[in-house]
């Protein structure tokens, strides 16, 4: 099992920047592959990035590609997403979630997925 942690959701005006934060624990973190996703009401959850576990190949959605930056510290057990220039189209809940596969990460699917934090952008 590995449980999954997001934080550092809240309210930015547009154009800022937020970074979001999601803590691992459980099964070695370094083993898996980690992405991030979001869901804003009424539609559906959306792929947004992934990282792999072991040369830290990333891979983004056209929505947010040049905008949005994932990475991750696996002596801290955490990976992060770095979100810039936010339109208000990016308001959401933006949930991490850990797959042995980032294939499987890119195609929506993830084994093991954390609560999620609310990330509001106004205009």
């Known amino acids: 099992q590995v449980q999954l942690v997001e934080s550092g959701g809240g309210l930015v005006q547009a154009g800022g920047s937020l970074r979001l934060s999601c803590a691992a624990s459980g099964r070695p973190f370094s083993s898996y592959a980690m992405g991030w996703f979001r869901q804003a009401p009424g539609k559906e959850r959306e792929f947004l990035a992934a990282?792999?576990?072991?040369?830290?190949?990333?891979n983004y959605a056209d929505s947010v590609k040049g905008r949005f930056t994932i990475s991750r510290d696996n002596a801290q057990n955490t990976v992060y997403l770095q979100m810039d220039s936010l339109k208000p189209g990016d308001t959401a809940v933006y949930y991490c979630?850990?797959?042995?596969?980032?294939?499987?990460?890119?195609?929506?699917?993830?084994?093991?997925w954390g609560e999620g934090t609310r990330v509001t952008v106004s205009s």
């Open positions: 979630a850990a797959d042995l596969s980032d294939i499987h990460l890119i195609a929506g699917r993830g084994n093991y």
């Open positions: 990282i792999d576990w072991s040369r830290g190949t990333t």
